[in-house]
């Protein structure tokens, strides 16, 4: 059974870091991209960062570029997102994405509100 099950969302004031967790199973997670997406309340899905399958390679969005790191441990099936320097306007459900070639696994997401 695939699971993504995804850790680390909280309450955190602005300028605030959140690192958050995604724990990978039931697939090959070393052979697959993965991305974290937020949605926002009343806004579609956005793609925040991706990560190449053995990790070499990283793309970010451009208002997390700086701000967030993703990182992958294929010995722990694990992606992670580190979010630095938290605005309001970072308030989502993130997402954990696993893909490879048609195949899409997601997550139940993970909770961040960014508030004083």
């Known amino acids: 059974q695939v699971q993504l099950v995804e850790s680390g969302g909280g309450l955190v004031q602005p300028g605030g870091s959140l690192r958050l967790s995604c724990a990978a199973s039931?697939?090959?997670?070393?052979?697959?991209?993965m991305s974290w997406y937020r949605q926002a309340p009343g806004k579609e899905r956005e793609l925040v960062a991706t990560?190449?399958?053995?990790?070499?390679?990283?793309n970010y969005a451009n208002s997390m570029k700086g701000r967030f790191t993703i990182s992958r441990d294929n010995a722990k099936n694990t992606v992670y997102l580190q979010m630095n320097s938290l605005k309001p306007e970072d308030t989502a459900v993130y997402y954990c994405?696993?893909?490879?070639?048609?195949?899409?696994?997601w997550g139940q997401g993970t909770q961040v509100t960014v508030s004083s």
């Open positions: 994405n696993g893909r490879l070639r048609t195949t899409d696994y």
């Open positions: 039931g697939f090959t997670f070393s052979r697959y991209t």
């Open positions: 990560i190449l399958s053995i990790g070499d390679y990283t």
